[in-house]
Protein backbone atom coordinates (compact mmCIF):
# COMPACT_ATOMS: atom_id res chain seq x y z
CA UNK A 1 0.00 0.00 0.00
CA UNK A 2 2.61 2.69 -1.32
CA UNK A 3 2.28 5.43 -3.84
CA UNK A 4 4.68 8.41 -4.44
CA UNK A 5 3.10 10.28 -1.08
CA UNK A 6 3.94 8.41 1.03
CA UNK A 7 6.20 10.23 3.55
CA UNK A 8 9.56 8.23 3.12
CA UNK A 9 11.49 9.47 6.73
CA UNK A 10 11.46 6.61 8.70
CA UNK A 11 14.06 5.44 11.68
CA UNK A 12 15.10 1.62 12.32
CA UNK A 13 13.12 0.23 15.05
CA UNK A 14 14.50 -0.38 18.47
CA UNK A 15 11.57 -0.53 20.55
CA UNK A 16 11.04 -4.40 21.26
CA UNK A 17 13.76 -6.42 23.65
CA UNK A 18 13.90 -9.93 25.09
CA UNK A 19 13.25 -10.62 28.47
CA UNK A 20 13.52 -13.67 30.52
CA UNK A 21 10.34 -15.07 32.12
CA UNK A 22 8.85 -17.72 34.39
CA UNK A 23 5.46 -18.93 32.48
CA UNK A 24 3.24 -20.42 35.29
CA UNK A 25 -0.09 -22.27 34.07
CA UNK A 26 -1.83 -25.21 35.60
CA UNK A 27 0.77 -27.63 33.75
CA UNK A 28 3.24 -25.87 35.63
CA UNK A 29 6.13 -23.26 34.96
CA UNK A 30 9.12 -23.15 32.42
CA UNK A 31 11.51 -20.73 31.92
CA UNK A 32 11.76 -18.91 28.52
CA UNK A 33 12.19 -15.68 26.58
CA UNK A 34 9.30 -12.95 26.20
CA UNK A 35 9.35 -9.57 24.24
CA UNK A 36 8.57 -6.50 25.56
CA UNK A 37 7.90 -2.88 24.34
CA UNK A 38 10.92 -0.89 25.34
CA UNK A 39 10.27 2.29 27.12
CA UNK A 40 12.75 4.89 27.58
CA UNK A 41 13.12 8.89 28.63
CA UNK A 42 13.64 11.33 25.22
CA UNK A 43 14.65 14.73 26.03
CA UNK A 44 13.61 17.39 23.52
CA UNK A 45 15.56 20.35 23.39
CA UNK A 46 15.30 23.16 21.23
CA UNK A 47 17.69 25.37 19.37
CA UNK A 48 16.33 29.43 18.71
CA UNK A 49 17.46 32.77 17.98
CA UNK A 50 20.31 34.83 16.53
CA UNK A 51 22.95 33.12 19.78
CA UNK A 52 21.56 29.71 18.81
CA UNK A 53 20.03 29.63 22.97
CA UNK A 54 19.24 25.68 24.07
CA UNK A 55 16.14 24.78 26.10
CA UNK A 56 15.09 21.62 27.00
CA UNK A 57 11.42 21.64 26.58
CA UNK A 58 10.41 18.05 27.73
CA UNK A 59 11.53 14.85 28.86
CA UNK A 60 8.64 12.47 28.01
CA UNK A 61 8.96 8.41 28.46
CA UNK A 62 8.54 6.76 24.73
CA UNK A 63 9.14 4.05 22.77
CA UNK A 64 12.51 4.33 21.06
CA UNK A 65 12.04 4.88 17.00
CA UNK A 66 10.90 7.83 14.87
CA UNK A 67 12.59 10.01 17.38
CA UNK A 68 12.68 12.85 15.12
CA UNK A 69 9.34 12.85 13.66
CA UNK A 70 8.38 12.93 17.91
CA UNK A 71 9.56 15.70 18.80
CA UNK A 72 9.07 17.59 15.72
CA UNK A 73 5.50 16.34 16.06
CA UNK A 74 5.41 17.08 20.06
CA UNK A 75 6.31 21.16 18.89
CA UNK A 76 3.68 21.13 16.15
CA UNK A 77 1.39 20.15 18.84
CA UNK A 78 2.51 22.85 21.45
CA UNK A 79 2.10 25.31 19.05
CA UNK A 80 5.30 26.34 18.21
CA UNK A 81 6.51 24.43 14.63
CA UNK A 82 3.52 24.79 12.02
CA UNK A 83 5.67 23.56 8.95
CA UNK A 84 8.83 22.30 7.55
CA UNK A 85 10.35 25.79 7.80
CA UNK A 86 9.94 26.15 11.22
CA UNK A 87 12.48 23.64 11.36
CA UNK A 88 15.72 23.92 10.70
CA UNK A 89 17.46 20.38 11.51
CA UNK A 90 16.44 18.01 13.97
CA UNK A 91 18.95 15.60 15.17
CA UNK A 92 19.96 13.16 18.31
CA UNK A 93 22.72 14.75 20.17
CA UNK A 94 25.17 13.54 22.99
CA UNK A 95 26.14 10.09 23.91
CA UNK A 96 24.08 7.38 23.53
CA UNK A 97 22.76 6.12 27.01
CA UNK A 98 25.87 3.94 28.58
CA UNK A 99 23.42 0.99 30.28
CA UNK A 100 21.62 0.46 27.32
CA UNK A 101 22.88 2.74 24.13
CA UNK A 102 19.55 4.40 23.53
CA UNK A 103 19.92 8.32 22.32
CA UNK A 104 17.86 9.83 24.13
CA UNK A 105 18.37 13.35 23.16
CA UNK A 106 17.26 15.04 20.30
CA UNK A 107 17.64 18.80 19.32
CA UNK A 108 15.43 20.77 17.37
CA UNK A 109 16.52 23.78 15.50
CA UNK A 110 13.81 26.38 15.09
CA UNK A 111 13.45 28.58 12.09
CA UNK A 112 13.02 32.36 12.88
CA UNK A 113 9.40 32.08 12.00
CA UNK A 114 8.82 29.73 14.83
CA UNK A 115 6.08 30.41 17.63
CA UNK A 116 8.72 30.22 20.39
CA UNK A 117 8.17 32.22 23.23
CA UNK A 118 10.17 30.80 26.52
CA UNK A 119 8.32 33.23 29.08
CA UNK A 120 4.86 31.43 28.18
CA UNK A 121 5.82 27.57 27.98
CA UNK A 122 3.91 26.14 31.04
CA UNK A 123 4.79 22.58 30.73
CA UNK A 124 7.09 20.55 33.54
CA UNK A 125 9.63 18.91 32.29
CA UNK A 126 9.24 15.75 33.07
CA UNK A 127 5.89 13.98 30.99
CA UNK A 128 4.60 10.28 31.52
CA UNK A 129 4.00 7.82 28.78
CA UNK A 130 0.41 7.58 28.98
CA UNK A 131 -1.07 11.18 29.05
CA UNK A 132 1.03 14.43 27.70
CA UNK A 133 -1.40 16.76 29.23
CA UNK A 134 -0.08 15.45 32.78
CA UNK A 135 2.75 17.81 31.71
CA UNK A 136 1.02 20.69 32.22
CA UNK A 137 0.63 22.95 35.16
CA UNK A 138 -2.24 24.37 34.93
CA UNK A 139 -5.56 23.98 33.04
CA UNK A 140 -5.36 27.29 31.49
CA UNK A 141 -2.43 26.22 29.74
CA UNK A 142 -4.15 23.11 28.18
CA UNK A 143 -6.15 24.88 25.68
CA UNK A 144 -3.74 25.89 22.65
CA UNK A 145 -4.40 28.23 19.93
CA UNK A 146 -5.82 26.19 16.92
CA UNK A 147 -5.82 28.33 13.81
CA UNK A 148 -9.55 28.36 12.19
CA UNK A 149 -9.92 25.28 9.89
CA UNK A 150 -11.08 25.56 6.40
CA UNK A 151 -14.13 23.16 5.46
CA UNK A 152 -12.79 19.64 4.43
CA UNK A 153 -14.93 17.45 1.80
CA UNK A 154 -13.19 14.32 3.40
CA UNK A 155 -15.74 11.40 3.43
CA UNK A 156 -15.20 7.66 4.09
CA UNK A 157 -17.50 5.06 3.81
CA UNK A 158 -18.62 2.90 7.22
CA UNK A 159 -17.46 -0.36 5.33
CA UNK A 160 -13.89 0.95 4.94
CA UNK A 161 -14.12 2.32 8.65
CA UNK A 162 -14.55 -1.30 10.18
CA UNK A 163 -11.84 -2.88 8.37
CA UNK A 164 -9.37 -0.11 9.83
CA UNK A 165 -8.64 -2.41 12.75
CA UNK A 166 -7.44 -5.55 11.18
CA UNK A 167 -5.24 -3.68 8.87
CA UNK A 168 -3.79 -1.54 11.33
CA UNK A 169 -2.92 -4.40 13.07
CA UNK A 170 -1.22 -6.00 10.76
CA UNK A 171 1.05 -3.28 10.45
CA UNK A 172 2.03 -2.78 13.79
CA UNK A 173 5.42 -4.52 14.38
CA UNK A 174 5.77 -3.99 17.96
CA UNK A 175 2.68 -4.69 18.85
CA UNK A 176 2.48 -8.18 17.22
CA UNK A 177 5.74 -9.24 18.89
CA UNK A 178 4.83 -7.56 22.02
CA UNK A 179 1.31 -6.89 22.74
CA UNK A 180 2.21 -3.75 24.18
CA UNK A 181 2.22 -1.16 21.89
CA UNK A 182 -0.48 1.95 21.02
CA UNK A 183 -0.25 2.79 17.34
CA UNK A 184 -1.34 5.66 15.16
CA UNK A 185 -2.18 5.39 11.90
CA UNK A 186 -3.28 7.67 8.58
CA UNK A 187 -5.48 6.60 6.09
CA UNK A 188 -7.06 8.17 2.92
CA UNK A 189 -10.74 8.14 1.66
CA UNK A 190 -10.86 4.68 0.41
CA UNK A 191 -9.94 3.40 3.69
CA UNK A 192 -5.70 2.87 2.25
CA UNK A 193 -3.68 3.16 5.08
CA UNK A 194 -0.85 5.18 4.43
CA UNK A 195 1.32 5.79 7.72
CA UNK A 196 1.87 3.66 10.90
CA UNK A 197 3.95 4.76 13.95
CA UNK A 198 3.90 2.93 17.66
CA UNK A 199 5.11 4.06 20.99
CA UNK A 200 4.35 3.19 24.49
CA UNK A 201 2.46 6.67 24.65
CA UNK A 202 -0.65 7.52 23.00
CA UNK A 203 0.12 11.03 22.29
CA UNK A 204 3.89 10.01 21.29
CA UNK A 205 2.06 7.71 18.62
CA UNK A 206 0.34 10.65 17.13
CA UNK A 207 3.23 12.92 17.36
CA UNK A 208 5.46 10.60 15.87
CA UNK A 209 2.40 10.55 12.67
CA UNK A 210 2.10 14.57 12.68
CA UNK A 211 5.93 15.00 12.67
CA UNK A 212 6.77 12.30 10.00
CA UNK A 213 4.28 14.61 7.59
CA UNK A 214 5.70 17.77 8.79
CA UNK A 215 9.55 16.89 8.19
CA UNK A 216 8.75 15.13 4.89
CA UNK A 217 6.89 18.94 3.72
CA UNK A 218 4.22 16.35 2.57
CA UNK A 219 0.24 18.48 3.56
CA UNK A 220 -1.41 15.11 3.40
CA UNK A 221 -3.13 15.70 6.66
CA UNK A 222 -5.83 17.61 6.11
CA UNK A 223 -6.50 15.08 3.72
CA UNK A 224 -6.42 12.28 5.83
CA UNK A 225 -8.02 10.35 8.56
CA UNK A 226 -6.37 9.76 11.99
CA UNK A 227 -6.90 5.91 13.81
CA UNK A 228 -5.92 5.96 17.42
CA UNK A 229 -5.81 1.77 18.43
CA UNK A 230 -7.11 3.02 21.93
CA UNK A 231 -9.63 5.85 23.48
CA UNK A 232 -9.28 9.14 22.17
CA UNK A 233 -8.68 11.67 24.73
CA UNK A 234 -9.29 15.48 24.63
CA UNK A 235 -5.09 16.17 23.67
CA UNK A 236 -5.10 13.94 21.07
CA UNK A 237 -7.99 15.51 19.15
CA UNK A 238 -6.36 18.87 20.10
CA UNK A 239 -2.90 17.25 18.14
CA UNK A 240 -5.94 16.34 15.03
CA UNK A 241 -7.13 19.89 15.16
CA UNK A 242 -3.69 21.78 15.06
CA UNK A 243 -3.00 18.98 12.47
CA UNK A 244 -6.28 20.10 10.45
CA UNK A 245 -7.28 16.23 10.22
CA UNK A 246 -10.87 16.46 9.95
CA UNK A 247 -11.87 12.58 10.90
CA UNK A 248 -10.37 10.62 14.08
CA UNK A 249 -11.61 7.09 14.63
CA UNK A 250 -10.40 5.06 17.54
CA UNK A 251 -11.01 1.76 19.33
CA UNK A 252 -12.07 3.09 22.35
CA UNK A 253 -14.12 5.59 23.71
CA UNK A 254 -14.13 9.47 23.42
CA UNK A 255 -14.05 11.50 26.75
CA UNK A 256 -17.04 14.34 26.90
CA UNK A 257 -13.95 16.86 26.57
CA UNK A 258 -12.50 15.23 23.21
CA UNK A 259 -16.03 15.07 22.04
CA UNK A 260 -16.84 18.75 22.63
CA UNK A 261 -13.72 19.76 20.70
CA UNK A 262 -14.20 17.79 17.90
CA UNK A 263 -17.10 18.72 17.76
CA UNK A 264 -15.90 22.82 17.84
CA UNK A 265 -13.10 22.36 15.34
CA UNK A 266 -15.32 20.50 12.96
CA UNK A 267 -14.21 17.14 13.25
CA UNK A 268 -15.92 13.89 12.70
CA UNK A 269 -15.29 11.76 15.99
CA UNK A 270 -15.51 7.96 15.62
CA UNK A 271 -15.43 5.71 18.59
CA UNK A 272 -15.75 1.65 19.60
CA UNK A 273 -14.80 1.08 16.13
CA UNK A 274 -14.75 -2.24 15.44
CA UNK A 275 -15.45 -4.91 12.20
CA UNK A 276 -19.38 -4.44 13.07
CA UNK A 277 -19.75 -1.38 14.92
CA UNK A 278 -19.02 2.03 15.35
CA UNK A 279 -20.12 5.04 17.28
CA UNK A 280 -20.25 8.75 15.56
CA UNK A 281 -20.48 11.08 18.13
CA UNK A 282 -19.94 14.52 16.24
CA UNK A 283 -20.56 15.66 12.31
CA UNK A 284 -21.53 12.28 10.74
CA UNK A 285 -21.88 14.09 7.45
CA UNK A 286 -18.48 12.52 6.45
CA UNK A 287 -18.87 9.18 7.57
CA UNK A 288 -21.19 7.23 4.82
CA UNK A 289 -23.01 4.12 4.84
CA UNK A 290 -22.36 3.05 0.90
Known amino acids: MTDEREIPIREADSGVTRVSIEKISSAGSISEQDQVCVEEPLEIRVSFGDEGEELTLSITMRTPGDDLDLAV ?20 CGPPSPDKGFKNVVKVSLGPNASLNPDLLDRHFYTTSSCGVCGKTSLDAVNIKIPEQSQSNFQISAQALHKLPSEVRLLQSAFLQTGGCHAAALFEQNGQVKLVREDVGRHNAVDKVVGANVRSSLSVLNSSGLFLSGRASFELIQKAALARIPLVCAVGPPSNLAIELAEQEQITLVGFLGESRLNVYCHPERVTSA
Do not use: A, M, S
Not at 73 to 92: A, C, K, M, S, Y
Open 73 to 92: GFLHGEGIVHGREDVTTVEH
